[in-house]
C-alpha cells in the first residue's frame, strides 16, 4: 500500500494506486501524487487572484448549501446520494479557497432553504449552478499569475464538468 496526497484539497489517500479522482474534493487522477514528493511552494497572492478567490468562495458555499437542500428533498435514493456528495465536495472546494486566502473556515449551513421542493427543478438547478462556476473559474485561471492559483482554478474547471455530467439531459 502506498501514501498518496491530493495536490488541490492536500488530503492524503491510502491504496496500492492513486484514485481515478480524489475522494474529498474530485480533482482528477493527475492532481494526486505520491505524499513523499508533495511539496507546494509558497506563493503571494495578487489583489486580482484575492477577488476572484473571495468570489468563487461565495459560489462554493452557496452551492454546497444548495446541495445539502436539495439531497433533502430529493424523490429517490440516486438523487439524494448525489447532492450529498456533491454538497460535500463543494465544502471541501470551500476549505481549499479558504486555505489560499488565509482566512477562517466559512459555516456552511446544511439546513438552510436553498433549493426547489421538486427534484426536477433541483436537478436543473444544478446544471445551471456548475455552468456558472465553469463560466467564471474559465476567467479567473485566464487572469492568475500564481501558478497555484492557476492549478486550483484548472482542477475545480474539470471537476465542474464531471458534475454536469451527472445532471445533463435528466431535467
Known sequence: MK????????????????????????????????????????????????????????FEIHNAEFYFCAADRADNVHDATMFKRLAKIESEHASIITRELQIPSHDIKQDINECYEENINNLAESYNLESHAIHYYSQYVRMATEERIREIFSAIIEIEYDHLGLTDGRF
Open 3 to 58: 501514501v498518496f496526497k491530493c495536490r488541490i484539497c492536500q488530503e492524503g489517500y491510502l491504496g496500492d494506486a492513486p484514485p481515478t479522482h480524489c475522494p474529498f474534493c474530485g480533482a482528477h487522477q493527475h492532481y494526486i501524487v505520491e505524499a513523499a514528493g508533495f511539496y507546494i511552494p509558497e506563493y503571494k497572492l495578487t489583489d486580482i487572484s484575492r477577488h476572484n478567490l473571495e468570489q468563487s468562495l461565495e
